[in-house]
């Protein structure tokens, strides 16, 4: 393992003395950061409202449109790590009005496009973007500050507003659709970015040296890295849209499988790697990925389990199934408020480790009881629901306490990268299982008995697989939690050299 900088001993959790010490004295910045957030969600539901629209208009194909989002997912994923490192060696700061301008111009474009070519080019134009400052958006948030309390209210804020916009987006969307082209959905993306720049521009003061480092970019780490994302979220892709029996998913299974080996080999051996594995090792970092995962792929797999369900097996139509999925969306937006009294009650650490339990048990509930009806469905939406709005917060902050002040932006991009991927993973078990399972097209209108019966046999199959999954990785998370428990107050007494 590579030697670490010389100023590896330097905690994220000193802070600069002018620090703001409310939430009002930092409002321009987190308006700017907030609008990071916001841009994030309202993008991806109000998209997918408008590919029925944007197929027509454009004449495209299903893997056309497949590949509107698909292109914005994979390049967003898989550019994280490489922005996170360029951001903690050039400056967060710089590197987030860059992303920000891209993401005006991208956005822009769009009142440009003719085909679903051009709008596919697009929407990767944005997927950098995206990886340039979603990531960055919580580092910044976090050293903008100079406490847990207000690191922790802050993060709550700027991810309720993205909530908001996850909550809007369809219905607005709708309304939008109906009196404008789809085009205007897209271009919304403009002032949202101008008021992020603006607020980060005004609102966050340049990266001080000190908290950079110089270290040489590891291109070859990069690139694998990049590699080995891409492959690891195309490939539940293709589990899903492509069944078992193809060799296409296995092989970028096993590519992916390739490229991580690989990548942990070269940053082992790196002198500048791009992501020191001495680093994940910390306590609060390992825990706190851990936890991310879990939550990751418990609450994407039991949204599409649940989506599935309502749809297939009970045979809700699309509005009332949304409307089944309320409970989710009530709690994430409801439980904001209770988030910061509810950790300054416990502790970070126990906050991390109860909330991602909350996100087990809710996983455990669906797999034993969804099939009695939907009270049961509706009480495991609202515990994962709950968990996710905790665990999101304070597993991020908990594994951006544990890094270096030079490495906040390289944690923050990991800690994005993780709940990508366990999400991706999350919905390829359910479809893998599915598929394996089901006889027949499970999008048939009219099943049997036996076809009814597998596909509750595969939900069950699918929900107890990610609890067991989920519960590992928290138990993990748990033991770490614990070992940091003493070593975080002696590591925060540590100072650069």
């Known amino acids: 393992m590579s030697a670490a900088p010389h100023d590896e001993h330097t905690l994220v959790s000193s ?31 109000i998209l997918n409202v408008a590919l029925p629209t944007i197929g027509r208009e454009l004449h495209a194909s299903t893997t056309g449109l497949q590949w509107v989002t698909g292109s914005y997912a994979v390049v967003f994923g898989g550019l994280m790590l490489a922005f996170g490192a360029i951001a903690d060696r050039f400056g967060r700061r710089r590197l987030m009005l860059i992303g920000l301008a891209l993401l005006a111009v991208a956005s822009l474009g769009t009142a440009f496009v003719t085909t ?48 908001v916009g996850l909550a809007i987006g369809p219905t607005v969307g709708g309304l939008v659709l109906a009196v404008a082209p789809w085009q205007v959905l897209l271009l919304v993306n403009v002032p949202i970015a101008v008021l992020a720049l603006v607020g980060i521009r005004f609102g966050i003061a340049k990266d001080a040296p000190a908290d950079l480092h110089r270290d040489p970019i590891d291109i070859g780490g990069a690139a694998l890295g990049t590699a080995t994302i891409v492959l690891a979220l195309v490939a539940p892709t293709l589990f899903v849209n492509q069944g078992t029996g193809s060799w296409a998913p296995w092989a970028a299974a096993a590519a992916a499988i390739a490229g991580a080996i690989a990548f942990i080999v070269r940053e082992r051996s790196a002198r500048f790697p ?15 990925l851990a936890f991310k995962a879990a939550a990751g792929l418990a609450t994407a797999g039991l949204s599409y389990m649940v989506t599935l ?22 709690v994430l937006l409801g439980a904001g408020p209770f ?13 991390a ?60 991009a990991l800690s994005d990268s993780v709940t990508e991927i366990a999400s991706a993973i999350g919905i390829a078990v359910v479809g893998t299982i599915l598929a394996a399972t089901f006889a027949g097209t499970v999008s048939a209108t009219a099943w049997t008995a036996a076809q009814t019966a597998q ?3 595969a939900i069950t199959i699918s929900a107890l697989t990610l609890t067991v999954v989920a519960a590992a990785l928290v138990g993990w998370g748990i033991v770490r939690t614990r070992r940091s428990a003493d070593a975080l107050p002696a590591a925060g007494q540590l100072r650069a050299e």
Not at 21 to 37: D, H, K, T, Y
Not at 339 to 349: A, I, S, T
Not at 377 to 401: D, E, F, M, P
């Open 15 to 45: 802070a600069p003395s002018a620090a703001p010490q409310s939430l009002r004295a930092a409002w321009v910045a987190l308006a700017g950061l907030s609008a990071i957030f916001l841009f994030e969600m309202l993008d991806n539901s």
């Open 116 to 163: 679903d070519e051009q709008l596919i080019a697009v929407r990767a134009v944005m997927g950098i973007a995206a990886a340039m400052t979603t990531p960055l958006s919580m580092a910044l948030a976090f050293r903008l500050f100079d406490t847990e309390s207000l690191r922790v209210r802050a993060i709550t804020l700027i991810s309720t507003v993205g909530l």
């Open 274 to 288: 791009l992501v020191d594995l001495g680093l994940l090792a910390r306590p609060l970092v390992s825990a706190g």
């Open 309 to 330: 369900q309502l749809q297939l097996d009970w045979g809700w139509p699309p509005a009332l199934a949304a409307l089944g999925m309320l409970p989710q969306v009530v």
């Open 339 to 351: 988030v910061n009294p509810f950790v300054e009650r416990v502790g970070l650490g126990r906050a």
């Open 353 to 412: 480790w109860l909330s991602a339990s909350a996100v087990v048990v809710g996983l455990a509930v669906y797999a034993v009881l969804g099939s009695f009806g939907y009270v049961w469905v509706a009480v495991s939406l609202a515990l994962v629901a709950a968990g996710l709005r905790v665990v999101g917060v304070v597993a991020a902050v908990n594994v951006l306490n544990g890094l270096p002040k030079s490495r906040t932006s390289i944690g923050a």
């Open 455 to 457: 596909f509750q046999q």
